[in-house]
């Protein structure tokens, strides 16, 4: 048997922690920009959720179990609203979807992104204008396209010149002229504060710009004159902090735009930027506010038309995360803590990486607080795992917790709502589960707990 080669060392790296991590100074205290805005304290120091105790929750709905913030999520679709008053703004629906928050964001004035058929299901039986949905993906199935074509989809976002072929009979049969949009890969890869701008993007997504596939496309579009080709899309990665990949890949895809003109005569009148807009995971992350997005990307676009002479095109957005990861945090119940050779203290958690994959999947960072109650205890630097057969199901790497973190407290893991609960697993047969909406001192359920019997449902052999 090896040893870990990093031997005793590896232990004393993770007992310290990252370098940013430092023990608070108050082990109870919520870092306002990691929890939903209505998530306090109360009298007994556990946590309330607009003004609802979670150990009411817990004993309600069980653990683990996401908790959504219903108008923390309404009020940052408004803000994105209101922020760009004459830009479409589409929920990306990947990051979370279900019939309720189709719901919400539609009442809220937004459009919505859908990249699947299941996706768009929702949406349409959530009752979702079909002109206000859009429909990503790089392989839908003709089957996909159909269902979006006789709903009325408003756009649809072509990936490949295999696709174009398919709408373009589908679209023929029918003698309709939806509205699409060609994604562009534009050699810009964005995350959190560092971006990368190459000639070329190797990726399965859109059409290369750079390789001239992009401009072949939607020659090919305007040419064949049976779709309505309303403009181009680029989206350039996700939990993006600084707006300069934005800065490159507008001027990008606008002095395509400005080749097409000049090839075609034809002035796109829309563009679309994307979603990626970061949020805050932990004390490190410093996101923008929807309106300093709104007037850094309405100055870049402006600028980089003006360069290529072209009027501003009718702009959209894509924000998944930015809406509804801070609106959530996953309510969990410790099962055990255990001090392992004095390196490191595991805290275990009755859920993990099937409601929560992006620690394990993207090495992300999260954070937690003991929910159920205050404590006076020394902090004590813990790594919150789950309950799976896998040692790297970890829920958060490191963080503070009281040292008298003991089985049966509540843990929350706030900023959840984005791409876990879509991502989530029945990895080891441990049934997803529910998302309970509260607002105004009120839950209910919006997706239920999955049970043992849905989990066998599906077993017919
Ligand atoms: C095309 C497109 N738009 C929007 C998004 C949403 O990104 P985010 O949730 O980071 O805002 C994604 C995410 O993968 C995407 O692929």
Redesign the pocket.
């Known amino acids: 048997m090896r040893a870990h080669e990093a031997g005793a060392l590896h232990g004393d790296i993770g007992h310290r922690g990252p370098a940013w991590l430092r023990p608070p100074a108050d082990v109870n205290a919520l870092v306002p920009q990691l929890w939903p805005r209505q998530v306090e304290r109360g009298a007994g120091g556990a946590l309330t959720v607009a003004g609802l105790d979670v150990r009411e929750l817990a004993a309600g709905y069980g653990t683990p179990a996401y908790v959504l913030d219903e108008d923390d999520l309404r009020s940052r679709a408004r803000e994105f609203r209101d922020a760009f008053p004459d830009v479409d703004v ?1 929920y ?1 629906g ?2 979370f979807l279900c019939r309720a928050v189709v719901r919400m964001i539609a009442e809220e004035g937004l459009h919505l ?1 859908v ?1 699947s058929g299941g996706e768009l299901a929702t949406a349409l039986s959530a009752g979702m204008p079909a002109e206000r949905i859009g429909f ?1 993906g790089n392989n839908k199935s003709v089957a996909e396209l159909t269902r979006a074509l006789d709903a009325g989809v408003g756009r649809i ?1 072509l990936d490949s010149f295999a696709e174009i072929d398919r709408l373009t009979a589908l679209a023929r049969e029918r003698g309709v002229r939806p509205g699409v949009l060609i ?1 562009v890969t534009v050699g810009v890869e964005a995350h959190t504060h560092e971006f990368i701008a190459t000639a070329h993007e190797d990726q399965k ?1 859109g059409f290369s710009l750079a390789g001239g596939a992009a401009a072949a496309a939607a020659f090919r579009v305007i040419d064949e004159g049976v779709l309505d080709l309303r403009g181009l ?1 680029s ?1 350039i ?4 902090f600084d707006t300069s990949g934005f800065e490159v890949s507008a001027r990008r895809v606008l002095a395509l735009q400005a080749q097409i003109r000049d090839a075609r005569g034809v002035e796109l009148p829309e563009l ?1 930027l ?5 949020i805050a995971y932990t004390t490190q992350d410093d996101p923008s506010t929807p309106a300093e997005l709104a007037k850094r990307l309405r100055k870049i676009v402006d600028s980089e038309c003006a360069a290529e002479n072209l009027a501003v095109p009718h702009l959209s ?9 801070p609106a959530v945090f996953t309510l969990y119940t410790v099962g055990t803590v255990k001090d392992v050779d004095r390196l490191r203290t595991y805290v275990s958690v009755d859920g993990g990486m099937s409601d929560n994959i992006r620690t394990a999947l993207y090495d992300a960072s999260y954070s937690a607080t003991l929910a159920d109650r205050a404590s006076t205890a020394e902090p004590l630097l813990a790594r919150v795992v789950g309950k799976h057969c896998e040692s790297g199901d970890i829920v958060v790497k490191d963080e503070f917790l009281p040292a008298d973190v003991r089985p049966g407290d509540l843990v929350a893991v706030p900023g959840t709502g ?2 876990c609960r879509s991502m989530a697993s029945n990895y080891n047969h441990v049934p997803r589960p529910p998302v309970v909406a509260v607002r105004d001192g009120r839950a209910r359920l919006i997706v239920r707990r999955e049970t043992e019997e849905d989990l066998l449902a599906l077993d017919v052999g």
């Open positions: 589409y990306a990947k990051a992104d990249c990503h976002i994604r997504f899309h989206h990665g996700s939990q993006i679309d994307g979603g990626g807009f970061g957005i894509e924000p998944g995360r930015a809406i509804v990861g984005a791409y």
